[in-house]
């Protein structure tokens, strides 16, 4: 009897332990604790009231993620009564949380998106923040780039930087190959390649596993065939019906079939490890990456190489033969913060003022993280091939943003998909990328 | 005596009821759970799948059962399909005899057994995740698989293991097949543990050779063991998500692709909710009616007594 009973109480003792466990481990990093905020004081620039708000952001490497964690730093300074609690996520596993958490009941307060077709699907949901009047006194001197966070007119998001697609080049692996000067046209882009395998380098490196970097090639080789108005037209209307999307897709097949990328590239992911194509890039084991403004931040956490930024160089993408886009038009976008309706207002929209500001804006671009949104601010980057990047977006007579986010999110994707798909298959039609806008659902 | 009677009667009842509150509280919250966390949400992703929704506004647009048509004509979910049938197959053509021989083998006593043992279900414990970076960090081109490959002299036989759409798949299935052995030979063990060894030795006396003991003795009775490993395996290839996901997030080109994988790919990727539940319910449809026929045909002996009598 008596052992029966000490095997109950046991018992009992367990179940409660692994309750009350499982119970208090529901609260994780997203805490939407914003207390009573002054709702009334639009014109003040600091609330009254004790404010925390969470900040979803994809800086999850150094630099930049030690940059903002100063930024956090110096805007507590300034504004005793607002906390920012700094929640930083990998880049893919970002994507994919942010919809649930839109959906759901705590959504972030400050969040991460780029802007545009994107940021219109997630409007949607109801629970982003149209902060046009807190914002409207200084967002025009961001200038004219900053109006893809623009929904319906209204200001839903803020940019705190911009970003141009280019390549990025190995300065010692090109004098290693005997490349004088960076290629101005696709064929001399073949030669140089080329030239490259002939002295044992990899040419050029993709991150084909996460299908994103796949898109970047596709929609440059669009972007010079086509003119700015039809690619205009085709991310309003969602069709990629005009011809010269078959020719981009010829274009892009004739290049593959050239061998310019790494071994088993379309097992390469983009970031976050060694030998993610980023990684090969800063290593040394390939010459080019045509890639973002944010690749030597991206790189330099994956080496040890303290050079590397120096090591980089820039170049447009070149120039195809015939096309009838403009050789000088870039694909880029930025990126930006919301705030959602859970914020506290007017905290939220100060503290995404504070990011634009010239001191902020200083440090950010320092890391490498990208161009600046804040014009003021582009004499600050650091990272010598960047001023070439922001020399070229500044002078680009138009700037495509990438497909994926100038279109509404599921043909977006499905085009990243298929573009990836091609990838493993190439061929010179292309009809699986332009049939996937309009895709499953 | 009258006396006695009611007592009886008052007796029969108060066990009635006793048994009654005891089955509702013990059965009560696993019931509660159960119902709210499988069934209802079972229920409402059938509901969602009948709309095209991408998770952000309203539900308005019913489309009925559109998104299964859009499904099954979907190329790449009929691959989709195919790839966890063949992975399916694959985990009970290969991992059983494997499970089967290795369990075997540790079933007799040899120095450094219990060794042995720990050595072969440590992968089961590693998380999937740990599994996954681990693999795909080896299997890179020339990593540490394809190093000892040439170093063992078979280096004709390197492919690009993650990169390779025609080797993705398998790649995949050997990786799986790391992880989860051990769990089928833990299982077999400890099926073996149930059967006595006097029968093993009778027959040995009554001149058996071991290859007979095993074939006619050992195997019957360890059917309803395999029999359960069965179910498990074949229910949890049918879902299988993590590991495929990491290695090669079901590509290149959805190569690697289970239905799992094509699910996360297209209802959170791609932000089209209702269509991936479509497919979370056509899953849940493969998974049920594979459970049915399975407990209906090849369990049924294992649960008689149990579930065709009443419980006393």
Known sequence: MRSSRALAVVALAVTTATAAAACSSGSSSSSPSTSTSASGSSSSASTTAKVTLTWWNNANTQPLLGVFNNLIKQFEAANPNITIQNVPLQNELFKTKITPALRGNSPPDIYQQWGSGQQATQVQSGKVADISSQVSPWISSLGTPATEWQTNGKWYGVPYDLHVVGFWYRKDLFAKAGITSPPTTIPQLVSDDAKLRAAGITPITVGSKDGWPDAFWWEYFAVRECSQSTITQAMSSVKLNAPCFTKASADLNAFVKTNPFETGFLGVPAQSVPNSSVGLLANGKAAMELQGDWDPAAGAGLTSDKNLNNQLGWFPFPAVPGGAGSPKAVLGGGDGYSCTTSAAEPACATFLQFLTSAAAQKQIVGAGAGLPANPAAASDLTVPAEQDASAANSAAPYIAEYFDIALPTTPGQNLDNAVAKWFASPEPTGSGIISSVSGPA | ?312
């Open chain 2, 1 to 312: 005596m009258p006396g006695a009677v009611r007592r009886g009667a008052r007796d029969r009842r108060r066990r009635k009821l006793r048994k009654g509150a005891e089955l509702t509280i013990l059965l009560g919250p696993g019931l509660v759970l159960f119902l709210g966390f499988v069934l209802a949400p079972i229920v409402v992703g059938a509901y969602y799948s009948l709309y095209n929704w991408d998770g952000l506004g309203p539900l308005t647009d019913f489309t009925g059962l559109h998104n299964y048509k859009i499904a099954f004509n979907d190329p790449a979910f009929v691959q989709a399909i195919e790839h966890t049938l063949i992975l399916t197959g694959l985990a009970l053509v290969i991992q059983g005899p494997l499970s089967l021989g290795i369990a075997l083998l540790l079933n007799r006593k040899f120095r450094g057994r219990a060794l042995m043992r720990l050595v072969v279900f440590a992968p089961y414990v590693l998380p999937p995740a740990v599994t996954a970076v681990m693999w795909s960090l080896i299997l890179q081109p020339g990593g540490f698989v394809d190093q000892v490959m040439k170093s063992a002299g078979l280096g004709g036989l390197v492919q690009l293991w993650l990169a390779n759409v025609h080797v993705v798949l398998y790649t995949n299935f050997a990786v799986l097949t790391w992880q989860y052995l051990g769990f089928g030979i833990v299982l077999l063990l400890a099926g073996l543990q149930g059967i006595p060894v006097e029968l093993r030795e009778a027959a040995a006396i009554d001149g058996a050779t071991p290859w007979q003991v095993t074939w006619r003795v050992t195997l019957p009775l360890l059917a309803p063991t395999l029999r359960i490993w069965g179910f498990i395996t074949v229910i949890g290839s049918l879902q299988v998500f993590d590991i495929i996901w990491l290695m090669t997030q079901g590509g290149p080109a959805g190569a690697s692709d289970s239905m799992a994988t094509y699910m996360y790919r297209t209802g959170f990727q791609n932000q089209a909710f209702s269509y991936g539940t479509a497919i979370a319910i056509i899953m849940f449809i493969f998974c049920f009616a594979f459970s049915l026929i399975y407990q209906r045909y090849a369990l049924r002996r294992d649960t008689a007594g149990a579930l065709t009598r009443a419980v006393a």
